[in-house]
Each structure stands twice: as structure tokens, then as C-alpha cells.
């Protein structure tokens, strides 16, 4: 089973985001800061981290900058509003996909790099 580590301030998109992705089959851990989702990739081991760009204590970049330079396998995407950064491989990023109330895109990136990272091994 995959495991995916989802970070975002909003303790309502937290709950949401882990109910769909647990009913697509993945194993899921939720965060709220970006200490925390750096603090839980080191034990959880997640084949992909989806978090938002602006979090509480730190820059969700900065936090994906951190995984990456822990565990390199890991998959990235930022789930924000805005505009993604204009270089996000500099920031570990794999993918970025627009935060709105349809989560269908957010699913679809997930599955495709699940299956990239099941290709891998």
C-alpha cells in the first residue's frame, strides 16, 4: 500500500483530502506545519508528500526542500492556490496542482506518480 503524507493549516481540507485518498486506497498521515510534515516523512517513510505552499512555521517549500534532502524517492506536490514557483524542481517539488473544492486533479496527479514511483522499483 502507498503511503502519502498530507500537509495543510486548515484542519477541514486535512480531514477531507485524508477521506478521499484513504477511500482510493493509500495509506494516509495528515500534518498541520511544515516541522511537522518534515518531522513525520522521517518516520512514516510516505511515497508521496502533498502540502500547500503557505503553512503555519515555515514556507511548504522549505518543507519540501527538508524531505527531499532526507529521502530523495519521495514524490512532492505542492496543493495551493496561486501560482506555482517558477522553479519547482529547486524546491523537491514533482508536481503542482491547484487548491479548489474539486479534488478530481489532485487525485489524478496522485495516481500518476504512484504509478511512477511502482515503475521505479
Not at 522521517?42 to 511548504?60: C, N, Q
Request: glycine share 10%; net charge negative.
Amino acid at each position: 500500500m502507498r503511503r502519502i503524507l498530507f500537509g495543510d493549516s486548515e484542519p477541514h481540507i486535512r480531514l477531507l483530502c485524508r477521506e478521499e485518498l484513504e477511500e482510493e486506497g493509500y495509506e494516509v498521515q495528515v500534518a498541520g506545519s511544515g516541522g511537522e510534515i518534515v518531522r513525520l516523512a522521517e518516520s512514516f517513510k510516505p511515497h508521496l508528500v502533498i502540502m500547500e505552499v503557505l503553512l503555519p512555521d515555515m514556507s511548504g517549500l522549505e518543507a519540501g526542500r527538508m524531505v527531499k534532502g532526507t529521502t530523495k524517492e519521495t514524490r512532492i506536490i505542492y496543493f495551493s492556490h496561486g501560482h506555482p514557483p517558477k522553479d519547482l524542481s529547486a524546491w523537491g517539488g514533482d508536481a503542482y496542482v491547484l487548491k479548489t473544492s474539486d479534488l478530481e486533479p489532485l487525485k489524478k496527479t496522485v495516481r500518476y506518480l504512484c504509478e511512477l514511483n511502482s515503475s521505479r522499483h
